[in-house]
């Protein structure tokens, strides 16, 4: 699962006040010409891609067919690793990683679960009949290679992992086959009860224990849920059932899955069957029985799967007797994946788990403390590594508490539980955190629906590490009500910014309290952190009635709320591994401070727009207020916003410095745009990004090498990208080309038209997703126009995408069913071919009398323009039924011979830039 896009979120902040839409500003690409762009990879690691068939179920009739792609190192046998993709992304999304663990010696086994990508079948949320049966298909065929090691007949020598839905699938595989032989699940959940309804009786050993005086329901966080729901849909190329059959409102979902979600969704509680089901689907039903040595990395940024789960997923796999390290680090849902240096480390851990090679490069348990903002805007980091795993409680391994202040005060749930306070953004909230006054802007606690206990100034520096604690006294004024509590932990400064780590929020269901007005008194467990507080600064805990992550208590209510007792926060000393400041690098802060602070402001913001929107993973294109502006306030590019779905041939119109060439340039990542976005199946375009692979494109011109024929440059080529051959699909290409024996001549004897054939046909090397074509038409004859006109529909019909730019607008016309017009940088028409062209109204008439016709229609009222031109009438009749000037024209005695809309796209063309001049 990877991090929410802003510019989603803030559609979901709008409810809210407007100075929480912050945009975010992007880091656009750095680039080199290329045609055909792939990411570069060493030569060294072979990959082998498939489509691997499945049963669709248990004793399912019928086949699914997973994508998958094999690393091979240079050297095998070897250990393997499965590693699977979170929840919204395919496998393209864990290409980086599966290089890296190549290029460290292990094949890699990477694949597009079900229900996403170019997956068949529909998602099950890790179904063990379904997901975690298609993952043991793979380790069938894994032990069938020669190039894997064995432990024994059908037994490979193999590691699974994953991050969040890949996570799970790891701990699901690992529980259920016993073939897996270490495991490193990345920030993933224990319980997905515990995970979408907090504080859920029947949870194990509740995630995050609360005393029994709450009651049993958890509430649900239905912000988060909702977002997951949205990918899942959003994934399915039929736009919701399409070749995937099913409910529409149900996307790629199983219905039993979309029925728990819709249930979930409309009532917020949950009942014993879906209860059931995500217990079914939880890893706790099976961490019992792993056995294999486990890695949990868990986020301290993460408002979706918190320290928590991997605190129960630890002790649930240490009583059964498996040998569990735990990670926390600096990242999670709501920050960074684990970096290069976190990822080499696992990378040694595997080896030695699977080939008892090297050393352990990790202890017992480490986490992570962010600290101080780096001048390029990434956060400074230092590692403790502790003698044991104390779990997450309080006084585990040592403890702190302060006494709050602060009397019984009254806070009131509204009506409809709106509006409701805002902690943050999910999915960004840990970039929003290294820029305080940015996050105090996407954050409020509502007055009369919050009380404020603060402690003390701190007299010394504190670093919390586990989950803080604290003892509440709650009465109901009047009617009890039925609703929940949200507990925050502030770090306030002395000037009143406060910071909330993580982003963590403790939501507990409230009982029906005595109508009496009798207090109940209470522990509440808060979100696991780990937090560097310095002196001077207090602990702040609101506790309030609403917060928008979760589904609204909607009856009004009032409660009085008081703190009994000291707030405790757990201590885990340790031994610092690691800083991210040598202390020579210290030496120069001072002089940049300045300058810093203020390139930490400036790249904060552009780290809030996350690498991967989810919901975008389906659509081909999205481009979101791009501009390029160069010296002098010229802008070439002005705030442009289009997108271009599956299926689709969109033409990009445009007179000559309107901004075409700029914009595929910055599409493709050759030129960095000055702001705005450009996102390709979500993955947001940057230098070296693995979604470029998916990308084939033409653009001003190709090189080739002259003394080499034209099937040699395309194989040359090709090899140039590190891809298997065999993904090259190097005949459908060279028929692309149309270029006969020709292909086999030297390139410098080609004439124009058979270069740019053959530059077309480099850009449909692998069959490229998304294609981008800049003047493909330029020096082909009107045979080979039809041609090339006949392919890229084609291409397009198998479900691809096509942009082509183009000034030949006849072309366009009978090749696009969409058109973008833009006009000094700006977007000026975006629709359907035919709504373009039938834009004017403006009608023609082939009469016997043009004069005398041309009369009678200035006559009629409401027909306006009317001129001849070439022995045609001409009109824009504004409405006026064409049928009625026909009976005009012909009562008068005038032969009508033909009548029809003038406009081609060419005329709608030149009227839409006239007006836009």
Not at 695 to 716: C, M
Not at 740 to 749: H, L, N, Q, S
Request: hydrophobic fraction near 40%.
């Amino acid at each position: 699962m990877s991090s929410v896009a802003a510019v989603a979120l803030l559609g979901w902040l709008k409810p809210q006040r407007a100075r929480f839409q912050v945009a975010a500003l992007v880091v656009a690409a750095l680039g080199v010409t290329a045609l055909t762009l792939h990411t570069q990879r060493p030569a060294e690691v072979r990959v082998e891609s498939a489509f691997v068939e499945v049963p669709a179920g248990p004793g399912a009739s019928g086949r699914v067919s997973l994508d998958t792609s094999l690393y091979l190192p240079t050297r095998t046998p070897a250990p393997a690793v499965l590693l699977a993709h979170g929840f919204g992304g395919d496998k393209h999304s864990v290409d980086a990683e599966a290089y890296e663990l190549a290029e460290a010696g292990f094949v890699v086994q990477t694949y597009t679960a079900r229900g996403f990508g170019r997956s068949g079948g529909r998602i099950g949320l890790n179904d063990p009949d379904l997901e975690v049966a298609d993952a043991r298909r793979l380790l069938d065929r894994l032990a069938q290679r020669a190039d894997v090691l064995k432990d024994g007949p059908g037994d490979p020598k193999v590691a699974v992992s994953g991050a969040s839905y890949g996570g799970a699938l790891a701990l699901l595989l690992a529980g259920l086959d016993r073939r897996i032989d270490a495991l490193v699940p990345v920030i993933t959940y224990n319980d997905l009860m515990q995970a979408l309804l907090p504080n859920s009786a029947g949870g194990p050993a509740a995630v995050t224990p609360s005393a029994s005086a709450f009651a049993a329901g958890g509430v649900f966080k239905s912000s988060w849920a909702g977002w997951l729901y949205s990918m899942g849909f959003g994934s399915d190329p039929g736009g919701g059932g399409g070749q995937f059959g099913g409910s529409p409102q149900c996307g790629r979902f199983t219905p039993e899955i979309c029925r728990a979600y819709t249930e979930l969704a409309t009532t917020g509680t949950p009942t014993p069957a879906l209860e059931r089901l995500l217990h079914r689907l939880s890893p706790t039903s099976v961490t019992g029985r792993i056995t294999a040595p486990t890695l949990l990395v868990q986020g301290e940024q993460d408002t979706l799967f918190g320290l928590d789960h991997a605190d129960v997923t630890a002790r649930q796999i240490a009583r059964a007797g498996a040998s569990v390290q735990v990670v926390w680090y600096a990242g999670g849902h709501d920050g960074d994946r684990p970096d290069a240096a976190l990822r080499a480390r696992i990378a040694d851990w595997l080896r030695l788990r699977l080939l008892g090679r090297g050393t352990d490069p990790f202890g017992p348990f480490e986490y992570q403390v962010q600290g101080s903002i780096r001048p390029d805007g990434s956060a400074a980091v230092r590692t403790v590594r502790a003698r044991a795993y104390p779990g997450l409680l309080s006084g585990a391994t040592g403890s702190w508490s302060a006494k709050l202040i602060g009397g019984e005060q009254t806070i009131v749930n509204p009506p409809g539980g709106q509006p409701a306070a805002v902690s943050g953004i999910p999915g960004l909230n840990g970039y929003l955190s290294r820029t305080p006054w940015l996050a105090s802007l996407v954050g409020m606690d509502l007055p009369g629906q919050s009380a404020k206990f603060s402690t003390a100034a701190l007299k010394a520096p504190l670093l919390v590490a586990g989950v803080p604690s604290v003892r509440l006294r709650v009465s109901a004024v009047g009617a009890p009500g039925d609703g929940a509590l949200f507990l925050k932990l502030y770090d306030k400064g002395p000037d009143g910014t406060r910071t909330l780590p993580g982003n963590g929020v403790a939501a507990v269901r409230l009982p029906s309290l005595p109508a009496d007005g009798s207090p109940v008194e209470v522990t509440v467990s808060l979100p696991g952190i780990v937090h560097s507080a310095v002196s001077g600064h207090e602990l702040e805990l609101t506790v309030a009635t609403t917060d928008q992550t979760y589904r609204p208590s909607s009856a009004p209510a009032v409660y009085r709320v008081a703190v009994v007792g000291a707030l405790r926060a757990p201590v885990v000393p340790g031994t610092p591994m690691e800083t991210a400041w040598p202390v020579g690098k210290l030496l120069g802060i001072a002089g940049v401070l300045g300058a810093g602070l203020l390139l930490s402001v400036i790249a904060g913001m552009r780290r809030r727009q996350p690498d991967f929107d989810p919901a975008l993973a389906g659509t081909p294109l999205v481009v979101e207020g791009l501009t390029k502006s160069y010296p002098g306030g010229v802008k070439a590019v002005d705030g442009l916003s289009f997108r271009v779905g599956r299926g689709q041939v969109l033409g990009l119109l445009g007179p000559n410095g309107a901004g075409k060439t700029t914009t595929l340039r910055m599409l493709l990542g050759l030129i960095t745009p000055t702001a705005g976005t450009v996102r390709v199946f979500g993955h947001r375009i940057t230098p070296g990004a693995p979604v470029l692979s998916r990308i084939g494109a033409f653009v001003e011109g190709a090189g080739f090498l002259p003394h080499l024929s034209g099937s040699e440059n395309l194989r040359l080529y090709w090899a140039a990208t590190g891809r298997p051959a065999a993904e090259a699909r190097l005949d459908d290409a060279l028929e692309i080309a149309g270029l006969g024996d020709a292909v086999e001549r030297r390139v410098g004897t080609y004439s124009q038209g058979m270069r740019q054939r053959l530059a077309i046909a480099q850009a449909m090397l692998g069959l490229p997703d998304l294609l981008v074509l800049d003047e493909p038409t330029n020096g082909l004859d009107p045979p080979q126009i039809h041609h090339l006109r006949g392919v890229l529909r084609r291409y397009a019909a198998t479900g691809r995408t096509v942009l082509v730019s183009s000034h030949l607008l006849a072309e366009v016309e009978q090749t696009a069913n969409r058109v973008v017009v833009i006009h000094r940088g700006r977007v000026i028409a975006d629709d359907a071919v035919g709504a373009i062209t039938a834009g004017s109204g403006e009608t023609g008439f082939a009469v016997d009398r043009p004069d005398v016709a041309a009369g009678l229609l200035r006559a009629v009222p409401g027909v306006s323009g009317v001129r001849v031109e070439d022995g045609t009438v001409y009109a824009n009749l504004d409405g006026v039924a064409r049928g009625e000037t026909v009976q005009r024209l012909v009562l008068a005695g005038v032969a009508v011979d033909r009548v029809g809309p003038r406009q081609r796209l060419e005329e709608a063309f030149l009227r839409l830039v006239q007006e836009e001049s």
